[in-house]
C-alpha cells in the first residue's frame, strides 16, 4: 500500500512539473560570492575601505612596535634597572597594551561597520543588476543560493559585465 501511495505521489509531481518545463521556464543562478570578488563597485569599495583606515592601521602598527621595543628593554635591561624604574616601565607597557587592545578593537568595528554599509550598496547594485539582465533576457527564476549549480545556467558573468556599465 505504501509503494503505491508513493508511486501516486512521484506521478502527481511530475505532472505538476511538467508543465513547467513544457513552457520553458527560463531560470539562471548569479553566485553574490564571485560578485563581491570581481564586480568593478565591489573591488572599487575594498580600495575606499583600504584608503579610510590606512592611517588607524598604520597608528597599530607603531603602537605594536612601541610595545614590542619596550617588551624587548625590559627583557634585555630589566635586570639592571632600578626596581622603581622596571616597574615604571612595567606599568607603561602594561598600560601601552590595554591601549592597543581597546584601539584595535574599536579599528574592527569600525571596519567591519563601514564593509557592512559597503557592501550593502553593492549588493543593491547588484540586485538591480540582476533586474536588469534578467529583464533583458527573459529570464523567470534568478537564484542566489543553491546546492547545486550546472554552468549551463550561471549568469554572474553577465551580471559583473553589468555592474560595470
Known amino acids: 500500500m505504501k509503494k503505491l501511495v508513493a508511486l501516486w505521489s512521484c506521478a502527481l509531481m511530475l505532472g505538476l512539473a511538467a508543465p513547467l518545463v513544457s513552457a520553458g521556464v527560463k531560470i539562471g543562478f548569479v553566485n553574490t560570492d564571485q560578485v563581491f570578488r570581481e564586480a568593478a563597485p565591489a573591488l572599487s569599495a575594498q580600495k575606499k575601505l583600504e584608503k579610510e583606515f590606512a592611517p588607524r592601521e598604520k597608528q597599530l602598527q607603531k603602537m605594536a612596535q612601541k610595545a614590542k621595543a619596550l617588551q624587548n628593554d625590559l627583557e634585555k635591561n630589566g635586570i639592571t634597572m632600578s626596581e622603581s624604574k622596571r616597574h615604571a616601565k612595567e606599568r607603561a607597557l602594561a598600560n601601552l597594551n590595554l591601549e592597543f587592545q581597546r584601539a584595535q578593537r574599536e579599528f574592527r568595528e569600525d571596519l567591519n561597520l563601514r564593509r557592512n554599509e559597503e557592501l550593502s550598496?553593492?549588493?543593491?547594485?547588484?540586485?538591480?543588476?540582476?533586474?536588469?539582465?534578467?529583464?533583458?533576457?527573459?529570464?523567470?527564476?534568478?537564484?542566489?543560493?543553491?546546492?547545486?549549480?550546472?554552468?549551463?545556467i550561471d549568469i554572474t558573468k553577465k551580471v559583473i559585465k553589468e555592474m560595470a556599465k
Open 121 to 152: 550598496l553593492v549588493q543593491d547594485l547588484a540586485n538591480k543588476a540582476i533586474a536588469v539582465v534578467a529583464r533583458r533576457e527573459k529570464y523567470d527564476l534568478i537564484l542566489q543560493q543553491a546546492v547545486y549549480i550546472s554552468p549551463r
